[in-house]
């Protein structure tokens, strides 16, 4: 569903949070994802669990859940949100990790901002733990996966 306007302004073109009040609570769902590619001695480094920095899969996962908690201190005028559940999860695979991040609410508002700052956090946890094995390395490629309840209905990435 297309809308006409921008929601996040007001008819004077001025910034403004959006009044969710008369939307109707449903259970909504997001996934997003990202990668971040890098060495193959690092990617090694990582799954072998010998980068200096100690587990990075377990950093950056807390991390990630900790930015989607967060990402109304962040992204201005995102809405504070009760988050009903949080996972990160990472797979390992020709010279990337792809991050993957679901959340779930059940609100007034979706909930696609804190899993796509699920993904950014993650990522750039995962770059700072091997950044001293590797500055070469890449975050790319995150989206939005899809998404789930509230008026605009289900969205699916092609």
């Not at 073109?13 to 193959?40: N, W």
């Not at 669990?49 to 930015?67: N, S």
């Not at 201190?73 to 949100?81: A, E, M, R, T």
């Not at 390395?137 to 989206?143: A, K, P, S």
Request: hydrophobic residues 45%.
């Amino acid at each position: 569903m297309t809308q006409s306007r921008l929601t996040h302004l007001d008819m004077a073109g001025h910034a403004r949070m959006v009044d969710v009040s008369a939307k109707p609570v449903t259970h909504r769902k997001a996934v997003a994802c990202g990668e971040i590619l890098m060495a193959s001695r690092t990617l090694d480094m990582i799954q072998s669990g010998d980068m200096p920095k100690g587990d990075v899969y377990a950093t950056a996962r807390i991390a990630g859940i900790m930015a989607a908690k967060k990402t109304a201190d962040l992204i201005p005028l995102c809405h504070p949100l009760s988050l009903s559940s949080i996972s990160v999860d990472f797979a390992a695979g020709n010279d990337k990790v792809v991050i993957t991040a679901v959340v779930t609410t059940t609100g007034a508002t979706g909930v696609e901002i804190e899993a796509l700052t699920a993904v950014s956090v993650a990522a750039l946890t995962l770059y700072d733990m091997c950044k001293a094995v590797d500055r070469g390395m890449q975050i790319d490629n995150i989206r939005l996966l899809h998404k789930s309840g509230g008026q605009s209905g289900e969205y699916n990435a092609k």
